[in-house]
């Protein structure tokens, strides 16, 4: 009997022993469960800045964890590596919350605030994350989660009461790139509006040459976003080739900043990244 998956919407509707999109979540004897709970690829202590976070505790640092999977599809995505393998292609270690919540208390002394889900996309992850998130609220720290944004209202509103800040992958602002990648707008958007209610938001842009560089369709995006709240930060950032776009081009440096002067009529604290 197939059992639906309630974190995205992609809603997989997996057999037993199956696995869904985002190669992270599996029916396991009729239930979903997360397959990469406490399954960790990347552990650092980083600055809050390269979450980015340029308006959330400026200049301290934040124990980060990362695992495996994602659930959208980005060809240009930078940490392909983790974010588009699967629990055999990883080499990760098992990790207890309780663990995690320890390490976190003791990086205190070297300016940690607490712990950041990163490096792919957390929320596939989510019954770790929560576990985890809970436990590090209650500990007295914070916590920061950096996501695309796909996720559905039910469990991000769970979710929500433990995340002190987040920082939140708007990708475009059309429906086309969208669909591309495996994802729509209007949820990541809905993401972005109910969060802005929760917590301290901020936004990224990786902008990439002839994708999703339109000046028309940042000027857009700004607009919106500052319909929300014009003090939300906006982070606009060069695209590298990576992954499938290996061949392609840099971003412009000067592409970058001329969005930002768009993005900044309508937002009061918009930077350029990469540059």
Request: one cysteine or more.
């Amino acid at each position: 009997m197939k059992e639906v998956c309630g974190i995205c919407p992609h809603h997989c509707a997996l057999e037993d022993g199956q696995t869904g999109f985002c190669r992270a979540r599996a029916n396991k004897n009729g239930r979903i469960v997360c397959i990469n709970y406490g399954r960790l690829t990347s552990v650092a202590l980083d600055p809050i800045e390269k979450k980015p976070f340029a308006r959330f505790m400026p200049g301290s640092k934040i124990l980060s964890i990362g695992s495996f999977g994602c659930n959208l599809r980005c060809r240009f995505c930078q940490n392909h590596s983790i974010s588009m393998a699967s629990c055999e292609e990883t080499e990760a270690m098992n990790v207890k919350p309780e663990t995690i919540l320890e390490k976190a208390a003791a990086l205190i002394p070297r300016g940690n605030i607490g712990l950041a889900f990163t490096y792919n996309e957390p929320l596939i992850g989510y019954e770790f994350v929560f576990d985890c998130a809970k436990l590090i609220s209650e500990g007295g720290m914070k916590n920061v989660l950096v996501t695309n944004g796909y996720v559905c209202e039910e469990p991000l509103s769970a979710l929500l009461p433990y995340i002190d800040a987040m920082s939140i992958d708007l990708k475009c602002f059309s429906n086309s790139f969208y669909k591309k990648v495996g994802g729509d707008l209007e949820t990541v958007m809905r993401t972005i509006a109910i969060c802005a209610e929760a917590c301290h938001v901020e936004v990224t842009t990786l902008v990439i040459p002839d994708e999703n560089d339109n000046p028309e369709e940042i000027r857009e995006l700004a607009k919106w976003l500052s319909s929300i709240n014009p003090n939300i930060p906006y982070h606009l950032s060069r695209f590298f080739p990576m992954h499938e776009y290996g061949d392609r081009k840099p971003t412009p440096v000067e592409t970058v900043y001329a969005l930002k002067e768009i993005a900044g009529e309508y937002l009061n604290h918009v930077f350029a990244g990469n540059c």
